[in-house]
Every structure is written in structure tokens, then in C-alpha cells.
């Protein structure tokens, strides 16, 4: 898609509205300017309750009006045995990419924004798994991605059970969801001498050391205006979400799933000694803490780890789209 919109000269936008915002675009700014130090690290947060999608004994019809085989398209035609055909399709491999992919790419587009990374990073990596219930569904409903970038290493947390067993009989809501620092879903931008908070799409809160506010940004403006300018103007030099932004942001997402789906299931210790004196290693210790609070014994049922993938980036330097696997490693 990006090689044919250059080709071609076409404005192809992608759905990243938060490169929209000026607000936040203000937010990116400061931070990025050192007004709160060096980044150390930029998080990513998904904790979006996703109770089991069901599992019935045999296929379940396909609701009338439905064009199975036009539904599918590309997909292959899999007998369906979840509740809901529509949008829980997201938690299948065939169709879906689980909620990294879903709601992630959003997020992760912001910390690259905070990191001023263009590409891709060095490496990356996953763990986690899916949690709590044997369900149709087979994406990781509780994971952590690292991604290695040059600047800061960014990580991508992922929470589809509520906060605690408590919470899981209750009737779930965003309310009884696990937060970090203030968000939910949202970003956290770590730094030397304090964090930048993005709890939303249309906010941002930059924090000194001392957890005191240092200064707020709020507003929003009409990412599909802007698109319908740029299809009058042609001029892609405007852009603020071209395609070649929407291919990298998705592709850190579709990349923590690939290591996902290449890895291993092993036990705590083994998670704990690949973590170790990276940016994963607090996002594993509180992943921990959440799954053992929904009753979860990670020594019965382990956890996925992927391999590190690391890519050759000198070639996507040069102009090209694609990059290089250059290694696989398992463990280290």
C-alpha cells in the first residue's frame, strides 16, 4: 500500500486521529524537547475488560443474512463456535490480532511519536497468553510486548480481565479494570525527571518527579477534514497520518504477534531470566501480581514466550519499506 500510494501520488490516510490532535502534538513536543529530562521509556496501556467469547460444543449457525463465505473473505471458512460472529472475531488468529492489534496500534503510534522514531525497532519481543477461561477465542488476552528502539525501549501492556476475582463476578466495566499511573488505556512517557500521562485521545498531563503537574494540554481537531483537505490540496508534505505512518505503527503490533505465535510455553523462572535489566521486567512483575489476583497459577499454566526478532534497518534507511530478519533468538 505505501510502495503504490508513492507510485501513484495518492493521499492514503491512515486512522491514527491522535496525529490530529494539537493538543497532543504539544504534549509530543515538550516531551520530546527534554523539558522533563531523557526518556527513558515509553508504555503503551490496553486494560479493556474481554470476558469469554463461548465455546459451544459444535458449530454454531451462522445468522440469517449473513454471506458466510463473503464475511470471511481472504480467511478460511472455519466452523464459528463463539457467541457473537461480529467483532469478537477479533480474539481469532484467522481473522483477528487481539486487542495488541485492535486497540494497540493507537497507542503504540503515540509512543513512537514520543520516541520521534520513524521505523521500526531492533528488536522485538512478546509474552503472555490467554487467561482465565477456555474460550473460542486463541489471541493473548494478557500479554507484554518490548520493542527495542534506539532512543527507548517501548512497551506494550495488554489486560483483558478485570483488576481482581472480585471484580471478575461482578458485572464488568471499564471501572473494574486495572490502572497505571492514571490510565487505562492510554500512554505513560517515563523520564529522568518525571512522566508525560496521555489518558486519552484528546488529553495529556506531563508530571515532575514528585508526581506534582507541571502543565495540561486538551483538544481535538477533525482528522477527516483534514484528509479531505489533503485530497483537494494534494500536497502530502501536510500529511499528519500518511499510510507510511499507518504501515509502522500497525507493524509493531503485527511484529510483537509474530514473536508471540513463534514462541514457547515456559515457566515463571525462565520469563523472569529472560526480563531481566529490560524494560519488560517491571511489566512482567505486575502482570504477575494481576494474574495471581484473578486467580491464574502461572506454574500450572504458563506463560508464552516469544523469541527476540531482530531486524536489519540499515535497508528501510535507504528508502525501503520492508525490513530484513536478520536473527531469532529464544532465549537471552
Not at 501520488?9 to 504534549?27: D, K
Not at 494497540?104 to 490467554?130: F, K, N, P, T, Y
Request: net charge positive.
Amino acid at each position: 500500500m505505501v510502495e503504490v500510494a508513492r507510485e501513484h501520488g495518492r493521499i492514503v490516510q491512515a486512522g491514527t486521529q491522535c496525529r490530529s490532535n494539537p493538543g497532543l502534538c504539544e504534549a509530543v513536543e515538550f516531551v520530546r524537547s527534554g523539558q522533563l529530562g531523557k526518556i527513558e521509556l515509553a508504555r503503551g496501556l490496553c486494560y479493556r475488560d474481554r470476558r469469554s467469547s463461548g465455546k459451544a460444543s459444535g458449530p454454531l449457525p451462522i445468522p440469517p443474512g449473513v454471506d458466510f463465505d463473503l464475511w470471511c473473505g481472504p480467511a478460511p471458512l472455519e466452523p464459528v463456535r463463539r457467541r457473537r460472529l461480529h467483532y469478537d472475531w477479533h480474539w481469532v488468529w484467522s481473522t483477528g490480532n487481539g486487542d495488541l492489534g485492535n486497540q494497540g496500534i493507537h497507542q503504540m503510534d503515540i509512543c513512537r511519536m514520543a520516541l520521534g522514531e520513524d521505523g521500526l525497532a531492533r528488536r522485538v519481543r512478546s509474552l503472555g497468553g490467554r487467561f482465565g477461561y477456555d474460550d473460542d477465542g486463541n489471541t493473548p488476552n494478557t500479554q507484554v510486548i518490548l520493542l527495542d528502539y534506539e532512543r527507548a525501549p517501548v512497551v506494550f501492556e495488554v489486560r483483558g480481565l478485570p483488576r481482581d476475582k472480585r471484580a471478575q463476578e461482578a458485572s464488568w466495566n471499564g471501572n473494574g479494570m486495572d490502572r497505571f499511573q492514571g490510565a487505562r488505556i492510554g500512554v505513560v512517557v517515563h523520564c529522568a525527571e518525571g512522566h508525560l500521562l496521555v489518558p486519552s485521545y484528546d488529553s495529556a498531563i506531563a508530571y515532575d518527579r514528585d508526581g506534582v503537574e507541571v502543565q495540561r494540554w486538551k483538544g481535538s481537531s477533525n482528522h477527516y477534514a483534514h484528509f479531505v483537505d489533503l485530497v483537494r490540496s494534494r500536497r502530502r508534505e501536510d500529511q499528519r497520518a500518511g499510510i507510511e505512518q499507518g504501515h509502522v505503527s500497525s507493524a509493531m503490533c503485527h511484529l510483537g504477534n509474530v514473536s508471540h505465535r513463534m514462541g514457547s510455553r515456559v515457566g515463571v523462572a525462565a520469563v523472569d531470566r529472560s526480563t531481566e535489566g529490560t524494560g519488560a521486567a517491571t511489566a512482567w512483575s505486575r502482570m504477575q501480581q494481576h494474574l495471581d489476583a484473578n486467580g491464574v497459577d502461572l506454574e500450572r499454566t504458563h506463560v508464552t514466550l516469544g523469541p527476540w526478532l531482530a531486524f536489519d534497518l540499515k535497508s528501510a534507511r535507504k528508502g525501503r519499506v520492508s525490513r530484513r530478519l536478520l536473527d531469532v533468538r529464544p532465549f537471552g
